[in-house]
């Protein structure tokens, strides 16, 4: 069955950077577009990033343009989430999600961004 496994959440100051990984199994990764979601304290769970299959093609949520790179190694099975130049705001869990007929999700690694 689809499994994500989330990694690389931690507490960082602002300015600083984290890359966030994503190892999926259970489907053919290559084929699915692959999205980063996060959801703050209090706050619905909202779009961050996404890649797709064909191309690579990106698409990010205005708050991090800039500032967050997706990329996917389809060989590793893997999506990341480049984070640079972080924010008290984009504290939040973040989540790995593939659409494959419905919505799957990691478990969610916890970033935090505090001085």
């Known amino acids: 069955q689809v499994h994500l496994v989330e990694s690389g959440g931690g507490l960082v100051q602002p300015g600083g950077s984290l890359r966030l990984s994503c190892a999926a199994s259970?489907?053919?990764?290559?084929?699915?577009?692959m999205s980063w979601y996060r959801q703050a304290p209090g706050k619905e769970r909202e779009l961050v990033a996404a890649?797709?299959?064909?191309?690579?093609?990106?698409n990010y949520a205005d708050s991090v343009k800039g500032r967050f790179t997706i990329s996917r190694d389809n060989a590793m099975n893997t999506v990341y989430l480049q984070m640079n130049s972080l924010k008290p705001e984009d504290t939040a869990v973040y989540y790995c999600?593939?659409?494959?007929?419905?919505?799957?999700w990691g478990q969610g690694t916890q970033v935090i961004v505090s001085s």
């Open positions: 999600n593939v659409f494959r007929l419905r919505a799957y």
């Open positions: 890649i797709t299959a064909a191309y690579g093609r990106t």
């Open positions: 259970g489907f053919t990764f290559s084929s699915y577009t």
